[in-house]
């Protein structure tokens, strides 16, 4: 791994990156725009699209920095018996179970409030909790690629996979989001 923390060096690693993600985060901005008609339709959805991306995000960045932090001390293999790894998988998946039920009803809460509120209170929990299981699910694996990434371009994964976990997950929240309102709403 490089311990070359010079501009240059800095620029030389993050600026691919970051530019790749700028892509991806239009890519979110165009599918977004897609569903522009079911958002009006659902004002309860529209409040759920920035809290989900932002909580997948949320939890990826927090595996990732626990991963992060588990390879420089030199206790994460990427083994599948990995017990630091296996943990702190279960750990985010368990978050996303207890998280997004309270971030559905809380979004249902808040459209009641204004009196918007056209969907029942168990669909917007059933909506929120699966697209978030489904998000913490991907955000583990783009998490893990990441990580394992870095490792093997000799990055450093505390500079390259959060921007890659939270950018990415605001894509797959957006996707996740709709394709589950498309199963469960629509």
Do not use: K
Request: glycine share 8%; with cysteine.
């Amino acid at each position: 791994m490089t311990t070359d923390w010079t501009v240059r060096a800095i620029t030389r690693a993050m600026l691919p990156v970051l530019l790749v993600l700028t892509m991806v985060e239009v890519g979110s901005g165009l599918v977004l725009g897609s569903f522009e008609a079911t958002l009006l339709q659902y004002p309860t959805l529209l409040v759920l699209v920035p809290v989900t991306i932002g909580t997948a995000g949320n939890l990826g960045s927090i595996l990732a920095s626990r991963l992060s932090t588990a390879f420089h001390l030199g206790t994460l293999s990427f083994a599948a018996d990995d017990e630091t790894l296996l943990g702190n998988v279960v750990a985010t998946v368990a978050l996303a179970v207890t998280l997004f039920p309270v971030v559905g009803a809380g979004a249902w809460t808040l459209q009641s409030v204004t009196g918007a509120t056209q969907l029942a209170l168990g669909t917007v929990i059933l909506v929120s909790l699966t697209s978030g299981v489904v998000l913490a699910v991907l955000a583990v694996v783009v998490t893990l690629l990441a990580t394992y990434g870095a490792y093997r371009f000799g990055l450093d994964p505390d500079d390259v996979v959060i921007p890659v976990v939270t950018n990415t997950c605001d894509v797959l929240g957006v996707v996740v989001l709709f394709a589950v309102v498309q199963l469960l709403v629509v």
